[in-house]
């Protein structure tokens, strides 16, 4: 069975720091870029950022993320993770991690949330003012 495990949620004041985890299995984790989405109440799903573990390739689709977000993977482990720093009240939503085929080398990258194959069951993530 595919599995994609998100974890790392929590409530956090401003200015905080978070470390989410997306921990897969079920398939081979080189063939498949990984992304991370969120969903604010009321709002749609949004692309946050993607790796590709095979060759290191990562994109940041949010502007707003981009010098506070980082996304990262550990082979060894088949998990990606988003470190979260400098966290804001509009970061407030529930985090998914998805996982869509991409082979080594590939120009092609997911950028679209129909893109992906599998989901994880997300992860919330509140911060106060």
């Known amino acids: 069975d595919v599995q994609l495990q998100a974890s790392g949620g929590g409530l956090v004041q401003a200015g905080g720091s978070l470390r989410l985890s997306c921990k897969t299995s079920?398939?081979?984790?080189?063939?498949?870029?990984i992304g991370w989405f969120r969903q604010a109440p009321g709002k749609e799903r949004k692309g946050v950022a993607c790796?590709?573990?095979?060759?290191?390739?990562?994109?940041y689709s949010d502007d707003s993320v981009k010098g506070r977000f980082t996304i990262s993977s550990d082979n060894a482990k088949n998990t990606v993770y988003l470190q979260m720093n400098n966290l804001k009240p509009e970061d407030t939503a529930v985090y998914y991690c998805?996982?869509?085929?991409?082979?080594?080398?590939?120009?092609?990258?997911?950028?679209?949330?129909?893109?992906?194959?599998?989901w994880g069951q997300g992860t919330l993530v509140t911060v106060s003012s």
């Open positions: 790796i590709r573990s095979s060759d290191g390739r990562i994109y």
């Open positions: 998805a996982a869509a085929p991409s082979s080594y080398g590939s120009t092609w990258l997911p950028y679209q949330a129909y893109e992906y194959h599998y």
């Open positions: 079920g398939f081979t984790f080189g063939d498949y870029a």
